[in-house]
């Protein structure tokens, strides 16, 4: 494989170039201002733009134009929308930034005044993946659930409302607003502690709820909500663990086609990841991992596809979705397409829900393909870890994870950022148990690391897997990989692909380092990396054209527009999510720091200003106090780490959020406070009194001081094989058994999705 560009088509790259560059030569140059009006640009969420001023022959060209602070270092996972020559871009907790979209210059900013507590039922980092806009107005969600209503012109709040039913629960809110007729719909996060999925419209003009609409059932029997959970119920054990919430959420994707007056919603995956614990006598689980198109006027389900049948593997579908006109056969298809997780690219009707084709644009091994007669996947048994641990393919942070793809119609191309990776999955020895408003995932899972036979999660239970060279056998390679893939969805093949794993290939970063991808009719695809460079590959055949340093990491997808005859590509750029707060060695974030902020270009303008470099410290501190508790502690101590504290806490070298094994004295002295008390919430750390006890908070502490010495033994090459424990370490407090915190075991990235 290149480390450039390959194509695999020639006969159809060739035809395209030469469709592409006549449609190029006789098109008009663009009068009008032209804007970008949803986060995917338009209704259909292609992520494509007309605009082909900045075009193959002169990316080589695109310069600086201007840049804006975001005044965060939590991660930038949106794309803005340009209406009236005003940029709207929303950031993390909530805030919207409005701003000159030609100058950059700041016109107002929304604050939604989040209590910062609500970060203890954060999954994937504190982000934002975009707003809406219509009729004046500007539409944002909190991270604590709350939408708001804005006017467009000074950010006044017009109307606000709280979408959340039920705040015991672990719901948040990280998905943007969408827009379907004459109303506002808002999903939420929360499918890996204990929500409830459901999506939720209010009228644009006033707020007032509409309706309501919830993707699993509450209870076998009812009271049903609204007649689909009555037939979803169907589908469910009667001894579901209804208690759970059993997930479901709506977290990302959605779109909306006004002719057919369909709104189109992607559900997440389930609160318990394994059938025997949630659904015990099996089922489909609807509507669990499944495609939806609600009638947006009554809330009424008129169809729904289920990408992953009983999904166990956190298989969302609530990846972005593209809705497009294709030629298929004979006819012209009014089609859906979507990449979800479990790595099969769809291609249904989207009128009526027909599925059309769905073939792997990935390494797959959980099921052998998709019976398109009856539209299920058809399961090979690799996936089923009820018995023992069972490598699969995809990983859960699956084969498309949120980073949108977007579609051209000019190459009639899909352009996918792609992951090729896998996980192991094992039951716990430790019966599941019930975390109110905490993980409950019920299963544990590791990525292979970057060489064979070792595990790239440090934890006792990792430990006693099998090798990788036995789990591995007669399966794909596990090396982790990412690649920007040009797919057709006609041809269902894949014409042309770029690796996006840079340094990283067979590390955990490969599965982060390629963003979000836009497309225009200058013949280019647009894709940022976490290194800080903006790459521009010809859309026909992936040939590089332009890599840009910004000097920021990127991860959301790109955007452009047109104003005054001067054409912009803008991006959001800083680094975060699932990854927690490590900056991985490497990435702008590492090297730069990770002030998030907007940075926009245009031809000739010259090299992108960078933000100056970190001063690294080459040396490992000592720890601030000394070692404490014993072996037991610090592998209790561990587990609970990394299922409540590692979503945010990687503990692994600088980054936006503290590595804990640095911890100041005092901090170690305050540290019940700061867990159990929220004596910092303010600054982001909630409290995790319904969590965790006093004494597994101690625990925890125990384990962060084992791993400092640990580092810092290593660093004066006096490395030790296993947790030192001196004899004469105190004891921690006896208290009674700790009930097991279920959840699954985070790796380095502590999660596989982002949420």
Request: glycine fraction near 12%; charged fraction near 20%.
């Amino acid at each position: 494989m290149s480390n450039a560009w390959r194509a695999l088509s020639a006969v159809a790259v060739l035809g395209l170039l030469a469709s592409g560059c006549s449609k190029h030569e006789a098109a008009a140059p663009q009068a009008a201002d032209v804007g970008w009006l949803t986060g995917g640009h338009d209704d259909a969420q292609t992520y494509h733009s007309p605009l082909q001023q900045v075009d193959e022959a002169n990316a080589g060209r695109l310069g600086f134009g201007w840049s804006y602070d975001l005044e965060t270092t939590h991660g930038q996972e949106a794309t803005p929308v340009v209406v009236d020559g005003v940029m709207y871009a929303s950031a993390p907790w909530g805030f919207v930034h409005a701003v000159d979209a030609r100058t950059g210059r700041r016109r107002w900013v929304f604050d939604p005044k989040v209590d910062n507590s609500i970060t203890s039922k954060v999954c994937c980092g504190i982000v934002s993946r975009g707003l809406a806009f219509a009729e004046g107005r500007v539409f944002t969600a909190s991270i604590d659930g709350r939408l708001s209503a804005l006017d467009a012109k000074d950010g006044k709040q017009l109307w606000q409302v709280d979408t959340i039913v039920d705040h015991e629960r672990g719901y948040t809110v990280t998905g943007s607003p969408y827009i379907a007729g004459d109303v506002v719909v808002i999903g939420n996060s929360g499918g890996e502690l204990d929500a409830r999925g459901y999506i939720s419209a209010y009228r644009i003009s006033s707020g007032e709820l509409a309706w309501r609409f919830f993707t699993v059932p509450g209870s076998a029997q009812g009271p049903f909500e609204h007649p689909e959970l009555e037939v979803a119920a169907k589908t469910w054990d009667p001894k579901s663990r209804w208690d759970v919430g059993l997930g479901g959420t709506v977290w990302d994707g959605m779109a909306y086609d006004a002719k057919l007056d369909l709104l189109y919603v992607g559900v997440g995956n389930s609160a318990l990841y394994p059938r025997k614990l949630r659904s015990p006598n099996g089922g489909d689980n609807l509507y669990v991992s499944s495609i939806l198109a609600i009638h947006p006027k009554t809330g009424r389900l008129a169809w729904h596809y289920q990408t992953t049948p009983g999904d166990q593997w956190d298989y969302t579908a609530t990846q972005k979705m593209i809705l497009a006109d294709l030629r298929i056969g004979a006819r012209t298809r009014q089609v859906l397409m979507q990449a979800p997780k479990n790595g099969f690219f769809y291609v249904l009707d989207r009128a009526t829900g027909e599925l059309l084709s769905a073939k792997p644009y990935v390494p797959v091994t959980w099921a052998s393909g998709v019976d398109e007669k009856t539209g299920r996947a058809m399961e090979t048994g690799q996936g089923d870890y009820s018995n023992g641990p069972k490598l699969v393919f995809p990983s859960p942070a699956g084969g498309h994870n949120w980073h949108p793809m977007a579609f051209n119609p000019d190459t009639g191309l899909v352009y996918i950022p792609t992951l090729e990776a896998s996980a192991v999955f094992w039951m716990p020895d430790a019966p599941y148990v019930y975390a109110k408003g905490g993980p409950n995932t019920g299963a544990l899972y590791a990525f292979p690391a970057a060489h064979a036979g070792n595990w790239g999660l440090e934890s006792p239970a990792a430990k006693h897997l099998p090798p990788l060279s036995e789990l591995g056998k007669g399966q794909p390679d596990t090396t982790i990989r990412g690649f920007l893939r040009a797919w057709d969805p006609v041809a269902n093949k894949v014409v042309w692909e770029v690796e996006t794993s840079g340094q990283w290939a067979g590390q955990m970063n490969a599965l982060w380092n390629g963003g979000g991808v836009m497309t225009t009719s200058g013949n280019l695809v647009f894709q940022g990396q976490s290194t800080g460079a903006l790459h521009v590959y010809r859309a026909t055949d992936g040939h590089p054209l332009a890599a840009i340093d910004i000097g920021t990491s990127i991860m959301a997808a790109p955007m452009t527009y047109e104003l005054d005859g001067i054409q912009y590509v803008a991006v959001m750029a800083g680094f975060g999510g699932a990854l927690g707060g490590v900056h991985p060695v490497g990435t702008a974030a590492e090297r730069y720091g990770n002030a998030g902020r907007i940075v926009a270009f245009k031809l000739d303008g010259g090299p992108v200003p960078k933000p100056a470099e970190k001063e690294h410290v080459s040396t490992v501190p000592r720890p601030a106090v000394e070692r404490f508790g014993s072996a037991a502690d610090i592998q209790t101590g561990n587990d609970l780490l990394k299922r409540n504290c590692a979503r945010c806490h990687a503990n692994e070298g600088p980054g936006a959020i503290p590595d804990l094994r640095w911890m100041s004295a005092q901090t170690h002295q305050e540290f019940e406070d700061i867990v159990l008390k929220g004596v910092r919430a303010a600054k982001g750390m909630g409290s995790f009194a319904g969590l965790i006890t006093p004494a597994q908070a101690q625990q925890i502490r125990a384990a962060v001081v084992d791993s400092a010495w640990r580092a810092y033994e290593a660093a004066q090459n006096t490395p030790q094989s296993a947790p030192h424990v001196p004899t004469t370490a105190p004891e921690l407090p006896r208290s009674p058994e700790p009930e097991p915190v279920p959840g699954r075991e985070p790796t380095t990235a502590s999660n596989g999705a982002s949420r």
